[in-house]
Nanobody, 115 residues
Framework: VQLVESGGGLVQPGGSLRLSCAAS????????MRWFRQAPGAERDLVAG????????FYADSVKGRFTISRDNRKSTVYLQMNSLKSEDTAVYYC?????????WGQGTQVTVSS
């Protein structure tokens, strides 16, 4: 099982980034997918989630209206489009796949929002 995040980097406040998470080794379409983030010294927090068919999404209050989660089951990939980025969005972003007792994590990608 592998979850490989990409798309992180350094961006100025107000800018945008698109994170991708490519999955392999399991039936991607059967799993709900989520993005978490962890800032230095803080807990890992849920940012956004999407159901296995992609019909239902969830967003943390702090990112509603700015971030959009989506998935392409044909490509086994989940995305996080992040707009209007703020300094408080700086964190390592992790991709997560969940189904019943199964729970898989990526290695994370750093997002830094700074001028």
């Amino acid at each position: 099982v592998q979850l490989v995040e990409s798309g992180g980097g350094l961006v100025q406040p107000g800018g945008s980034l698109r994170l991708s998470c490519a999955a392999s080794g399991f039936t991607f379409s059967d799993y709900a997918m989520r993005w978490f983030r962890q800032a230095p010294g803080a807990e890992r927090d849920l940012v956004a989630g999407i159901s296995s068919p992609g019909w239902s999404t969830f967003y943390a209050d702090s990112v509603k209206g700015r971030f959009t989660i989506s998935r392409d089951n044909r490509k086994s990939t989940v995305y996080l489009q992040m707009n209007s980025l703020k300094s408080e969005d700086t964190a390592v972003y992790y991709c997560n796949a969940a189904r019943n007792e199964y729970d898989y994590w990526g290695q994370g990608t750093q997002v830094t929002v700074s001028s």
